[in-house]
């Protein structure tokens, strides 16, 4: 979160008029809080005078910002109304009608203190009794979500800004701009966030009725807690909608069950058994389905209930709302999932093949009746265990004790390496989809890691059920946009997310999308106008939302390519026929010399760099047109191994005309269980192996004249997932004494990729 959070802080600065404007930095002026607030007000100052930029959004967005830093409160409450006037032309939501209006609080409560000689917890408190009243309760909702972003990023983001300044004498336009946003921000949170507390505490209890720390029983006698916010509308009953999550954040908790209140719900924020006021025993995954029943039928008879329930989150949450829907409650007559979680899917395995990153996973979420923050964000600790794993060569069944630490969550996962029963009970399975016929809203990102979850319920759902109402809406977003869409904490606009800067089209607030919504299912209102067909899609480079009936109809067309060992510069080739090329590759999977090696790659969308280790790396000719890659590529592949198994990762990536490398998709899977992620079955030594494999991960984008496609096929050898040796037995019991041999693989030319674009 912490990462996620100085991301957000990190927009890019607009191009500015004078950009090679420089400013004296006095040495020692960013030293301490005084003499720092007394440098960032005369360098404001200084920047103001002859700033300017031609996007009038962009301009008064930093404008406001360099106005507060001077002490010009009263102009900057006048740009920061012109601004939100800007957002509300182009769309007239809540959180348009929010825009850095927790800004405007902050530049009255600084007009008073200086006016009329007030502390400034006096000034503030005034400035937000005058201004928060006059506000609808759904912009009111997200002005205070806003307000309770955590201060220890914003600090850390302007500490390294400071840091990289050093003791130079002299920054630069550009830098400045960078310095002075992240100033403003950290220091009007730094006076604000304190004072918050009991203001917001007050403003709810005049809006709404929140009942806290309900416990529920469910039916096998356990309890969970739930937290319930209506809006004051006297005895009127009104559809409720769930967010059931593990995640015990009162904070988080809050801001969900309020902007539902404000839309005219009954917010119910409900934790899974063993989180919050609930007496049990943490339990991930095992038990939500049945609990979250439960929840929905309780909320069904309580008097402010109209009887209808619909549930929306994302990630766990997700997964809940696919875990409650298996057990079919009456009650429950929509639902929203965002990058869903499906676990055995993707976590805390992918395609068989178990992740380390979820690890540290269990000591945050499920060590007791709250949130193990130091656990999450302790990286060195686990950066450390991963290290001394991969050099040891032990089994990945001993990452405890390498730990120092049981982690009985973890260790049980392990002990189902198939999609046996023990997962498939979890969420529906194949038959139980068909009975699902509540309408579904999933939204996800090309870049989430968890997408593959969230088309694996979508395309299961319409195999088993084909007259589904489910609904896809996809986009440039990683796991955190692909929730919440293009809106920070902050209520800024987000125009990058990992290296890539978005369209103008895929901005876009899957929050507001999320009451359009269940406006649509509950209160007769229109269908969100982005739902013109079930598969709802960006297409990257082209600035278009497309749609289409199906996945499948998302590009009609597809293009074959073969291997070859015909070389074009660095790389192999990929070829329109089979030429009957065998292409060896030989791995050693003990040799751990590399522990400690920097990928050339900085692992953004966009890169200047490809990491070709461990791998094979075949490339087209270049492209004559256009081209729009859209959907799931997928193909066959043709080898022969010495070994009984092996994990592979097949990655698409298009290098554009001026050289650099921007991510599409991939697939991972180990090779035994590529047929059946639910049975293994082992290769056969020196003999003709046939896989056929289907990525789960979606993407669309608008390949340019000139550009090429790469096809990498790369054996997985990693510190950061299990290393299958291949030797037939459990992954997580095998060591590198087990087998000394290196894993030798024939390529044939006859193996396939097709991807979905014209030829």
């Given at each position: 979160m912490l990462k996620i959070v100085i991301l957000m802080l990190s927009l890019s600065i607009a191009s500015t008029g004078g950009a090679q404007r420089s400013f004296h930095v006095p040495e020692g002026s960013l030293s301490d809080l005084s003499t720092r607030a007394v440098f960032m007000r005369h360098l404001a100052t200084e920047v103001i005078v002859g700033y300017e930029d031609k996007d009038r959004s962009n301009f008064l967005d930093t404008l406001f910002r360099l106005q507060i830093v001077a002490g010009q409160y009263s102009e900057a409450t006048k740009s920061i109304e012109d601004l939100r006037h800007i957002h509300m032309e182009g769309e007239n939501s809540a959180q348009s009608g929010a825009t850095d209006f927790q800004y405007e609080v902050y530049s009255a409560a600084k007009s008073l203190e200086a006016a009329n000689d007030l502390p400034f917890s006096e000034a503030f408190a005034k400035a937000f009794n005058n201004l928060l009243p006059n506000l609808d309760d759904r912009t009111s909702?997200?002005?205070?979500?806003?307000?309770?972003?955590?201060?220890?990023?914003?600090?850390?983001?302007?500490?390294?800004?400071?840091?990289?300044?050093?003791?130079?004498?002299?920054?630069?336009?550009?830098?400045?701009?960078?310095?002075?946003?992240?100033?403003?921000?950290?220091?009007?949170?730094?006076?604000?966030?304190?004072?918050?507390?009991?203001?917001?505490?007050?403003?709810?209890?005049?809006?709404?009725?929140?009942?806290?720390?309900?416990?529920?029983?469910?039916?096998?006698?356990a309890s969970i807690c739930a937290q319930v916010v209506r809006p004051r509308t006297g005895e009127v009953m009104l559809p409720a909608l769930l967010n059931f999550t593990i995640y015990a954040d009162p904070i988080a908790l809050m801001n969900e069950a309020r902007r539902t209140a404000s839309n005219g719900y009954a917010g119910v924020e409900g934790l899974t058994r063993g989180k919050g006021c609930s007496p049990d025993k943490p339990a991930p995954y095992e038990h939500a389905g049945a609990d979250a029943d439960a929840l929905i039928n309780w909320i069904a008879t309580r008097r402010w209930s109209d009887g209808r329930v619909g549930m929306f989150g994302g990630s766990y949450e997700g997964f809940t709302q696919w875990a409650a829907a298996k057990h079919l409650p009456k009650a429950l007559k929509a639902i929203m999932p965002s990058v869903s979680a499906a676990p055995g899917i993707d976590v805390p395995m992918e395609g068989n093949v178990f992740q380390t990153f979820i690890y540290s996973w269990p000591f945050y979420a499920a060590t007791g009746h709250g949130l193990d923050e130091a656990a999450s964000s302790d990286g060195a600790r686990w950066q450390r265990m991963q290290h001394e794993w991969y050099v040891s060569g032990r089994p990945y069944k001993d990452l405890d004790k390498i730990d120092g630490q049981p982690?009985?969550?973890?260790?049980?996962?392990?002990?189902?390496?198939?999609?046996?029963?023990?997962?498939?009970?979890?969420?529906?399975?194949?038959?139980?989809?068909?009975?699902?016929?509540?309408?579904?809203?999933?939204?996800?990102?090309?870049?989430?890691?968890?997408?593959?979850?969230?088309?694996?319920?979508?395309?299961?759902?319409?195999r088993f059920n084909p007259t589904a109402e489910h609904y896809l809406v996809i986009g440039p977003y990683d796991h955190i946009r692909g929730?919440?869409?293009?809106?920070?904490?902050?209520?800024?606009?987000?125009?990058?997310v990992e290296g890539y800067t978005l369209d103008p089209v895929a901005q876009l607030d899957i929050g507001e999308l999320r009451y359009k919504w269940f406006d649509y299912i509950f209160k007769r209102g229109q269908k969100p106008a982005i739902l013109k067909d079930k598969i709802n899609f960006e297409v990257m480079g082209s600035n278009v939302w497309k749609h289409a009936p199906s996945v499948a109809a998302m590009t009609p067309h597809a293009t074959e390519f073969h291997l070859s060992k015909r070389r074009s510069g660095d790389f192999l080739c990929l070829s329109a026929t089979a030429d009957g090329s065998v292409i060896p590759f030989r791995l050693d999977l003990t040799d751990r010399s590399d522990a400690d090696r920097v990928s050339p790659s900085s692992g953004a969308i966009v890169d200047k760099h490809l990491d070709t280790w461990n791998s094979l790396t075949f490339i087209s000719e270049r492209l004559t047109k256009p081209t729009e890659v859209s959907g799931l590529f997928k193909g066959r592949l043709d080898f022969v191994s010495n070994k009984r198994d092996f994990d592979v990762e097949i990655d698409l990536t298009e290098q554009t005309p001026n050289g650099e490398y921007f991510q599409l998709s991939f697939f991972k899977g180990r090779a035994s269980y590529i047929r059946?992620?639910?049975?293994?079955?082992?290769?056969?030594?020196?003999?003709?192996?046939?896989?056929?494999?289907?990525?789960?991960?979606?993407?669309?984008?608008?390949?340019?004249?000139?550009?090429?496609?790469?096809?990498?096929?790369?054996?997985?050898?990693?510190?950061y997932a299990q290393?299958?040796?291949?030797?037939?037995?459990?992954?997580?019991?095998e060591s590198t004494a087990d087998d000394k041999d290196p894993l030798q693989i024939q390529w044939f030319s006859s193996t396939l990729i097709r991807i979905p674009m014209e030829s």
């Open positions: 909702a997200m002005v205070l979500r806003e307000w309770t972003a955590s201060t220890v990023p914003l600090q850390i983001a302007l500490q390294q800004t400071i840091d990289e300044q050093g003791s130079g004498t002299s920054i630069s336009l550009v830098h400045a701009l960078l310095l002075l946003r992240r100033y403003q921000i950290a220091e009007s949170y730094r006076q604000m966030a304190p004072l918050l507390p009991p203001l917001v505490e007050s403003e709810d209890a005049r809006r709404y009725v929140i009942d806290r720390d309900v416990l529920v029983k469910t039916l096998d006698g982690n009985p969550t973890f260790d049980g996962w392990l002990m189902h390496p198939s999609y046996d029963q023990y997962w498939q009970k979890m969420v529906p399975y194949r038959e139980d989809f068909a009975k699902i016929n509540i309408p579904v809203l999933t939204t996800t990102g090309y870049y989430d890691g968890g997408q593959i979850s969230a088309i694996y319920y979508l395309l299961q759902h319409y929730q919440r869409g293009t809106i920070s904490l902050l209520g800024d606009r987000v125009s990058n059946d992620q639910s049975n293994r079955r082992l290769l056969s030594l020196g003999l003709p192996e046939h896989l056929s494999f289907a990525s789960g991960r979606l993407t669309s984008r608008q390949l340019q004249v000139g550009s090429r496609l790469i096809v990498q096929i790369s054996v997985l050898k990693t510190p290393i299958n040796l291949g030797t037939g037995r459990d992954v997580s019991d």
